[in-house]
T-cell receptor, first 116, second 116 residues
Framework: DVKVTQSSRYLVKRTGEKVFLECVQD?????MFWYRQDPGLGLRLIYF???????EKGDIPEGYSVSREKKERFSLILESASTNQTSMYLC???????????????FGDGTRLSIL | AQKVTQAQTEISVVEKEDVTLDCVYE???????LFWYKQPPSGELVFLIR??????QNEISGRYSWNFQKSTSSFNFTITASQVVDSAVYFC?????????????FGRGTQLTVWP
């Protein structure tokens, strides 16, 4: 079974802090994704990565950055946390099989982040 | 452009009722893939099914069934004889050959509550 592990289930930080959310997958997947989930808005893609050191902006990258130094690990960074970044954050990974996509994404348990 | 619409925001049923969750998609591609995910209260999105655009056969898995109709661009999900454990948020998603690097496009989700 694919296992995607997010470092924290719950996290509380203060406005202005630099926040790191970590995600590790154990299935040698090329693709990794970060989403945030808010009531009524569904899942919104923040950033994704298709290889080590490669990244692509999703729909809402502002205020975030990412790091992928190793294939299995994809980190989401809030450079200076703000209260509007309070949300549920979900990490996912998938296998890359050429052009287009027909592979399901596998998700972690999520991190519920509160910025005070 | 890719788009997934789940018009039902919330559905409540009583145990043993049948319930259908609607999903309407938009894509210009002739080759595409549709997915359903379940998100129980614990938070992790669980992959349920993947269907490609060339396979219009309906699928049944236990109490779950999926009705794919290209003519109406719909991929609806039916739970027969619902149970309390079916209570969750259900997401429909789409990818096509234009989807960058394994990206999925999600609907906003339908919250299903099954009452005992």
């Amino acid at each position: 079974d694919v296992k995607v592990t997010q470092s924290s289930r719950y996290l509380v930080k203060r406005t202005g802090e630099k926040v790191f959310l970590e995600c590790v997958q154990d299935m040698d997947h090329e693709n990794m994704f970060w989403y945030r989930q808010d009531p009524g808005l569904g899942l919104r893609l923040i950033y994704f990565s298709y290889d080590v050191k490669m990244k692509e902006k999703g729909d809402i990258p502002e205020g975030y950055s990412v790091s992928r130094e190793k294939k299995e690990r994809f980190s989401l960074i809030l450079e200076s946390a703000s209260t509007n970044q309070t949300s549920m954050y979900l990490c996912a990974s998938s296998l890359r099989v050429g052009a287009g996509s027909n592979q399901p994404q596998h998700f972690g348990d999520g991190t519920r982040l509160s910025i005070l | 452009a890719q788009k997934v619409t789940q018009a039902q925001t919330e559905i409540s049923v009583v145990e043993k009722e049948d319930v259908t969750l609607d999903c309407v998609y938009e894509t210009r591609d002739t080759t595409y893939y549709l997915f359903w995910y379940k998100q129980p209260p614990s938070g992790e999105l669980v992959f349920l099914i993947r269907r490609n655009s060339f396979d219009e056969q309906n699928e049944i898995s236990g109490r779950y069934s999926w009705n794919f109709q290209k003519s109406t661009s719909s991929f609806n999900f039916t739970i027969t004889a619902s149970q309390v454990v079916d209570s969750a948020v259900y997401f429909c998603a789409l990818s096509d050959r234009g989807s960058t690097l394994g990206r999925l496009y999600f609907g906003r989700g339908t919250q299903l509550t099954v009452w005992p």
